[in-house]
């Protein structure tokens, strides 16, 4: 679980179907306890991902990292990868479009992120997205509106899509992973941390590799 650690932080990867902390589902079991309990310490979350979704998670492990962290957010370098049906450019290609800022609001938000198709397999493709700002869904909503939806994705998604994948290529879940992070560390250092692609995604992959084969 554990990727990175040192005196101020611990990055972990997150496995999908788990939320970062209580309080966002149902569940009792989170992310933030997992890892408290692992490293034997109080943690704090610096970011979050969708339940759904697999890979890093950095935690600040006392009050003044966590304030540094969160100073030097903005900064930050994220990349995830994800599968998508459609293939969005195979060039880098920045979508700007505004998001709402919350499920319930009508107000919408600017909104950034850098998409590019690195690989293909029938209707579906691997894809690299790079956001440039921290809004709500964002990136399952730009690939939305680029007529590339997340597999997995219940909310923005496709259910014929997301079914097939279920059925024939055994992925029950978002089709999104944060592969790389890069921030300040407040050691003035830059902390940089790696996640290889999660097993079921690959697998996934794989499979959707030989099926449009045939």
Same mark, same amino acid.
């Given at each position: 679980?554990?990727? *990175? ?11 999908? /179907? ?36 697999? /890979? ?18 903005? /900064? ?45 397999? /029938? ?8 956001? *440039?700002?921290?809004?709500? *869904?964002?990136?399952?909503?730009? =690939? ?26 055994? =992925? ?43």
């Amino acid at each position: 679980m554990i990727l *990175h650690r040192d005196e101020r932080c611990v990055a972990v990867n997150k496995p999908s /179907g788990l939320s970062t902390h209580r309080g966002w589902d149902d569940s009792d079991d989170a992310l933030l306890q997992r890892v408290r309990d692992e490293v034997g310490l109080y943690v704090y979350p610096v970011n979050r991902l969708d339940r759904g979704a697999s /890979g890093i998670v950095l935690f600040a492990l006392d009050q003044d990292a966590a304030r540094a962290f969160n100073t030097a957010w903005e /900064g930050a370098e994220k990349r995830y990868f994800a599968i998508t049906r459609g293939h969005p450019p195979s060039e880098p290609t920045l979508i700007d479009n505004p998001v709402p800022r919350r499920e319930d609001s009508d107000e919408r938000v600017p909104a950034q992120t850098t998409v590019q198709c690195l690989e293909t397999f /029938g209707r579906y493709a691997l894809v690299a997205a790079q956001p *440039h700002t921290g809004k709500l *869904h964002q990136i399952r909503r730009h =690939l939305k509106h680029i007529a590339c939806p997340l597999i997995g994705d219940v909310r923005y998604g496709k259910g014929e899509h997301n079914r097939l994948f279920r059925t024939q290529h055994a =992925l029950h879940r978002l089709a999104l992973h944060a592969h790389f992070l890069a921030v300040d560390h407040p050691d003035g250092s830059r902390l940089a941390v790696t996640c290889p692609l999660a097993p079921d995604l690959v697998a996934a992959i794989e499979s959707a590799k030989r099926a449009a084969a045939t």
